[in-house]
């Protein structure tokens, strides 16, 4: 009895202390964020903040070039994670479906791509954006953000069309659809929670990446707002209210989409990892 107690406990404790752990910063930078200047340098710590203020946000949004950026950040890495999920869908199909020779080195490679830190390869790349005259310019980007989530996208979805009975794709062939037409209304409705997984992943990546728009884009026209951030303290001194607005309005695209797909997002990693 004693054992069976301790085995239901040590868990949910667990579960309790990590998501304190990794929950407190995230409502310390949004508390923060509200509090009024005199409760953020009080000496003792306010916890729980009673007079709410949303002047450091107004600071903020009114910061130069905001939306400028935001722009910027919502166009590369929406951009990016729509032409990661289109040509992802055609290469998990190519990859599950069908034999050819390589087949096997093409997965590994997308593996290694997979464990390769992007930041070694950052002089390779701006070198060739270089030369290609296109510094300063959201087209590398999306090209470079697209790179960095494709072989996960691939890996994954390649997962769930392998799932799919080659039986259904079969019948709908034999009804009179074509190869494409078979895998547009058959296969790919059941791929739902796989993109909604790796869009969420693509997504939170480059709208996180900060090296390779630090080093290609020097125009703050043509920068996103990760970088934005770094230099928002430089900007406005030690306003730490104003800094964790700008940080909070930073992180709450990725909070908010997270909440909405968090359900399918995981279903979709862990099934596409056991699956095919």
């Not at 923060?32 to 000496?43: F, M, S």
């Not at 130069?64 to 290469?91: E, G, K, M, P």
């Not at 928002?232 to 104003?242: I, S």
Request: one cysteine or more.
């Amino acid at each position: 009895m004693k054992r069976s107690i301790f085995g239901r406990i040590w868990p949910n404790a667990t579960a309790v202390i990590l998501f304190v752990v990794f929950a407190f910063p995230v409502y310390w930078m949004f508390a923060t964020a509200l509090k009024p200047t005199g409760d953020i340098i009080a000496e003792d710590p306010v916890w729980f903040p009673t007079n709410l203020t949303f002047a450091h946000f107004d600071k903020a949004v009114h910061a130069d070039h905001f939306w400028t950026l935001v722009r910027n950040s919502v166009t590369v890495t929406v951009l990016a994670v729509l032409l990661s999920l289109v040509i992802s869908l055609f290469a998990s199909f190519a990859i599950a479906r069908m034999r050819f020779k390589g087949r096997g080195v093409f997965v590994v490679t997308f593996m290694l791509a997979q464990m390769a830190p992007w930041e070694v390869m950052i002089i390779a790349n701006y070198m060739l954006v270089r030369d290609s005259d296109m510094l300063d310019s959201l087209v590398p980007l999306t090209v470079f953000y697209m790179m960095m989530v494709l072989p996960f996208t691939i890996l994954t979805l390649r997962g769930y069309v392998a799932a799919v009975p080659k039986e259904l794709e079969e019948s709908a062939m034999v009804d009179g659809c074509t190869r494409v037409q078979a895998f547009v209304k058959v296969i790919f409705p059941l791929l739902a929670p796989g993109l909604m997984a790796t869009s969420l992943f693509g997504f939170i990546t480059a709208w996180n990446e900060f090296p390779l728009v630090l080093i290609l884009n020097k125009s703050i026209e043509k920068q996103t707002l990760p970088l934005w951030i770094s230099q928002f303290r430089t900007a406005f001194g030690d306003d730490w209210g104003a800094t964790m607005a700008a940080s909070s309005l930073f992180a709450a695209p990725i909070l908010v989409l997270f909440i909405f797909l968090q359900r399918k997002a995981v279903s979709g990693l862990t099934d596409g990892a056991v699956k095919g």
